[in-house]
T-cell receptor, first 109, second 116 residues
């Protein structure tokens, strides 16, 4: 079993839909990152969380430390949101990052 | 420049040759990571530098891979006697990580390595 599990692996939705991507992890962490990778390969850091909830524009990220679970939400989704969304946790035993496999999101117009 | 800079952006090399990939982190960032991403695969950790501490080399796939970070700033990833399976995008990221605080990651645009 991977230490970081993302679901779903693939998600196709219509423009305007509310999107949720989930990340569960099994190790103690000091921080969790949500990243976005576009088809061209560039990676952008969306959020870094250690507790609670963060919001940036149409993106919302939450984390429940007790349940070892985080969610990334996209409201009013748009085709330009199409990308791979990656969850990564920083283990509190060291500074190494453990990566989820990514969720490929396609938003259709 | 304000961001993490990697060079070259693309590198095509013949099997058996050595290559060097360069990463210029954001000034003042003490943590530097190298990852690679093979076609259709997720990100694979290679090596991590934190300040003056010994690097975490646990992700290097073979002894053909090595990395240095000079003066706590620029890093070079060297692949000796390249093989076709080394073809991938090599990504560098840095973060502040000062005084034990946790800070966001900043990624470079990557170097696309093709071994023919």
């Amino acid at each position: 079993k991977n230490e970081v599990e993302q679901s779903p692996q693939n998600l196709t939705a219509q423009e305007g839909e509310f999107i949720t991507i989930n990340c569960s992890y099994s190790v103690g962490i000091s921080a969790l990152h949500w990243l976005q990778q576009h088809p061209g390969g560039g990676i952008v850091s969306l959020f870094m969380l250690s507790s609670g909830k963060k919001k940036h524009g149409r993106l919302i990220a939450t984390i429940n430390i007790q349940e070892k679970h985080s969610s990334l939400h996209i409201t009013a989704s748009h085709p330009r949101d199409s990308a791979v969304y990656i969850c990564a946790v920083r283990a509190d035993s060291n500074y190494q990052l453990i990566w989820g496999a990514g969720t490929k999101l396609i938003i259709k117009p | 420049g304000a961001g993490v800079s990697q060079s070259p952006s693309n590198k095509v090399t013949e099997k058996g040759k050595d290559v060097e990939l360069r990463c210029d982190p954001i000034s003042g960032h003490t943590a530097l990571y190298w990852y690679r991403q093979s076609l259709g695969q997720g990100l694979e950790f290679l090596i991590y530098f934190q300040g003056n501490s010994a690097p975490d080399k646990s992700g290097l796939p073979s002894d053909r891979f090595s990395a240095e970070r000079t003066g706590g700033s620029v890093s070079t990833l060297t692949i000796q006697r390249t093989q076709q399976e080394d073809s991938a995008v090599y990504l560098c990221a840095s973060s502040l990580n000062a005084g034990g605080s946790i800070s966001p990651l900043h990624f470079g645009n990557g170097t696309r390595l093709t071994v023919t």
